[in-house]
């Protein structure tokens, strides 16, 4: 069994930040690609950020240069530094994982229950 559960959401003011976490737990043999969508009302859920298990990123044109994801490969977790925050980001934000269990074979892709942030003054 894996688990992602994501932190950090919540309300801010536009132009403030805030920093989500997601930790990957149960019997992980490694980790592939880590990253964030999100999902506003009414809307489809989009890519925010993505890393791979080398570092390398790619972003969402609508956060780059706002958004930094990060990751701590020995604690199974994702990071999203989010600044300089507005309106339209608002929205549910899920973290997904690429996973190889242990003793399976292959990575399968991991979703989180997703946390809310909401930027309004």
């Known amino acids: 069994q894996v688990q992602l559960v994501e932190s950090g959401g919540g309300l801010v003011q536009p132009g403030g930040s805030l920093r989500l976490s997601c930790a990957a737990s149960?019997?992980?043999?490694?980790?592939?690609?880590m990253g964030w969508y999100r999902q506003a009302p009414g809307k489809t859920r989009e890519l925010v950020a993505i890393i791979t298990s080398s570092g390398s990123t790619n972003y969402a044109d609508s956060v780059k240069g706002r958004f930094t994801i990060s990751r701590a490969n020995a604690k199974n977790t994702v990071y999203l530094q989010m600044n300089s925050l507005k309106p339209e980001d608002t929205a549910a934000y899920y973290c997904n994982a690429v996973i190889v269990v242990t003793g399976g074979v292959g990575g399968m892709n991991y979703w989180g229950k997703g946390t809310l942030v909401t930027v309004s003054s």
């Open positions: 149960g019997s992980i043999f490694s980790i592939y690609n």
